[in-house]
T-cell receptor
Framework: AQSVTQPDIHITVSEGASLELRCNYSYGATPYLFWYVQSPGQGLQLLLKYFSGDTLVQGIKGFEAEFKRSQSSFNLRKPSVHWSDAAEYFCAVEPRGSTLGRLYFGRGTQLTVWP | EAGVAQSPRYKIIEKRQSVAFWCNPISGHATLYWYQQILGQGPKLLIQFQNNGVVDDSQLPKDRFSAERLKGVDSTLKIQPAKLEDSAVYLC??????????FGQGTRLTVV
């Protein structure tokens, strides 16, 4: 079955520590891949996207993600977390050749940052 | 560039009442989406428009939900009558061809 899996529901890190949020997908062909962030009471903000080419993608706010075809993964990373990064993070996919632009989301990972 | 605008931000209604949400997409974006985000879950597509035509409404509970996009710009999503399980955040997004979906701030609906 097609799915997007974020195995970690909640992650807590200390400010200044590194961060990695996991995302795995199950689709026939490599889909387009996205990470969004949602702060409390806000909508979704696009952090970065992968369509093709370089498997290491740079995004906003110092985030990056690496696409690994062999593992069907698109993990989000940040070398040093700031308190303002506390939010919920969603991985999303757009299947290639599907209805234009429709996204399928994982259930999200809630990030808490300790001072 | 102005973002996707949604109103109201919050709404509380009693079950069996009706409610409507409004969305104004980014100027020039032909594709408009309505997503439903239930607490603790990722957003799920309800309906997708291309200009003023429906592309995908397979997940829209058509017995109570309806949506329209007049003149291919603004869109309205309506629920009538509301149920307790409709409590959620309703997100509107828009995109240009080949571009990613950009989201509004959402409307948080509470049905009591």
């Amino acid at each position: 079955a097609q799915s997007v899996t974020q195995p970690d529901i909640h992650i807590t890190v200390s400010e200044g520590a590194s961060l990695e949020l996991r995302c795995n997908y199950s689709y026939g062909a490599t889909p387009y891949l996205f990470w969004y962030v949602q702060s409390p009471g806000q909508g979704l903000q696009l952090l970065l996207k992968y369509f093709s080419g370089d498997t290491l993608v740079q995004g906003i706010k110092g985030f990056e993600a690496e696409f690994k075809r062999s593992q069907s993964s698109f993990n989000l990373r940040k070398p040093s977390v700031h308190w303002s990064d506390a939010a919920e993070y969603f991985c999303a996919v757009e299947p290639r050749g599907s209805t234009l632009g429709r996204l399928y989301f994982g259930r999200g990972t809630q990030l808490t940052v300790w001072p | 560039e102005a973002g996707v605008a949604q109103s109201p931000r919050y709404k509380i209604i009693e079950k069996r009442q009706s409610v409507a949400f409004w969305c104004n997409p980014i100027s020039g974006h032909a594709t408009l989406y309505w997503y439903q985000q239930i607490l603790g879950q990722g957003p799920k597509l309800l309906i997708q428009f291309q200009n003023n035509g429906v592309v995908d409404d397979s997940q829209l509970p058509k017995d109570r939900f309806s949506a329209e996009r007049l003149k291919g710009v603004d869109s309205t999503l309506k629920i009538q009558p509301a149920k307790l399980e409709d409590s959620a955040v309703y997100l509107c997004a828009s995109s240009s061809p080949g571009g990613p979906a950009l989201f509004g701030q959402g409307t948080r609906l509470t049905v009591v």
